[in-house]
């Protein structure tokens, strides 16, 4: 089953209201979702990971920024965002599918790579139908949104294992090219992995 993509959009926008009580059996076969696959702990270690990651490719001035705050407030342990404002999101991708966000391919962790990260990437990896992989990070501001598309299988590959860090998130997806297509929402809650094949 081909799936597209609806939106990814934030709860205070969506409400609760619309979301329907999706449980794993009104799910579509090849949609598997994992709710809790990262505790508390994990989802700090590779979201903080992965904003690292990001911010390493902001200019030399916001990083500047970025640290001169940090010093400023000291390290919060409640949450691992900066204010948005010391980010640089990009208004529109080059598809127009995503606004408000920040993107980076990753072929290797470097210096992110710590003893407890390499254990949440090998249950990660356990998760994987095969070795072929892309990682992509993607961080959108909280007005950002990832809008209705098909996923171009010739470039991102047949599966994408994505995982939900920071707010809690609700996928809209329906079936592509069907007359009647079944659509379904998803609460991807932090920490949350779902598998689309």
Known sequence: MQMRLCSLAPLKRVGFRFLSTT????????FTLFPNFLDTHEQR???SAAL???NSLESKRVRKLQKQYRLLHGPSEADVFLPERLYTFQKGHYDNVIRDYREMHLSSWGESQTLELSR???RLHTLYPSKNTQTHILHLASEGEILPHIDNTSSSGTWILAISLGGAR???ME???APTPKKFDVLLTS???????
Not at 23 to 30: A, H, S, T, V
Not at 191 to 197: C, T
């Open 23 to 30: 449980g794993k059996d009104d799910l579509p076969r090849g």
């Open 45 to 47: 270690i590779l979201l």
């Open 52 to 54: 690292d990651q990001l």
């Open 120 to 122: 949440i990437l090998n």
């Open 170 to 172: 609700v996928l809209h």
């Open 175 to 177: 079936e592509a090219n």
């Open 191 to 197: 920490g949350s992995v779902y598998l689309q094949r």
